[in-house]
């Protein structure tokens, strides 16, 4: 399986943007980049996943690399409530494969 | 009620005792997944099921079993239970069709004493 690799952690003060990078150099032609988040004392949500183009949705948007070996997840205005471990993960979607392995992920902190 | 239900919610339990975690979940997946996370660490796969006569290993399954007992069921047994089993265990489900976003459970604290 294809890995990521995240910092360990980053600091944002409120309401600036946050850009959380992930690498994953050994990504294949059929893996979808998905972000997860894990506020405190809940399980992981789902954030925003993409395959080569870029993506926006209510909660961030996904800058995906032209060569797919990094992408950032961007928030565009840093909350309190943002604060949680971010986990970039790849996924294929295939029958027989799709584990789901996540890393260390990046634990955000966002300052008033 | 929630996508995916576990049950408990916290457990305290003596070494060498068998328990059962136990989920549910309500989207009609068919992938369903278990995972410990220890405190500051992310999540480790024990286990993961694709249908209900799938059933695979994860990164750490050792002292641990699974039961699929029905497409929304899948339980999580520890069959000796030992302190360094002591962690927040989540339940997972994905469908298999894109974006095949996972859906966690609000996890089942275990403490083995």
């Known amino acids: 399986d294809a890995k990521t690799t995240q910092p360990n952690s980053m600091e944002s003060n409120e309401e600036e943007p946050v850009h959380l990078p992930c690498n994953h150099s050994t990504i294949s032609g059929t893996d979808y980049i998905h972000w997860y988040r894990q506020l405190p004392s809940q399980g992981p949500e789902y954030v925003i996943h993409g395959l080569t183009s870029n993506v926006n949705n209510r909660m961030a948007s996904l800058a995906i690399a032209e060569d797919r070996k990094s992408s950032t997840l961007i928030l565009h205005r840093a909350t309190l409530r943002d604060a949680a471990v971010y986990y970039c993960?790849?996924?294929?979607?295939?029958?027989?494969?799709?584990?789901?392995?996540f890393g260390q992920g990046t634990t955000l902190q966002v300052k008033p | 009620d929630a996508d995916v239900t576990q049950t408990p919610r916290n457990r305290i339990t003596k070494t060498g005792k068998r328990i059962m975690l136990e989920c549910s979940q309500t989207?009609?997946?068919?992938?369903m997944y278990w995972y410990r996370q220890d405190p500051g660490l992310g999540l480790r796969l024990i286990y993961y099921s694709f249908d209900v006569k799938d059933i695979n290993k994860g990164e750490i399954s050792d002292g641990y079993s699974v039961s699929r007992q029905a497409q929304a069921k899948f339980s999580l047994s520890l069959e000796s239970a030992i302190p360094n089993q002591t962690a927040l265990y989540f339940c997972?489900?994905?469908?298999?069709?894109?974006?095949?976003?996972?859906?966690f459970g609000q996890g089942t604290r275990l403490t083995v004493v």
């Open positions: 989207k009609g997946h068919d992938r």
């Open positions: 997972a489900t994905r469908g298999d069709s894109s974006p095949g976003e996972a859906f």
């Open positions: 993960i790849l996924i294929t979607y295939s029958s027989n494969t799709g584990k789901l392995i």
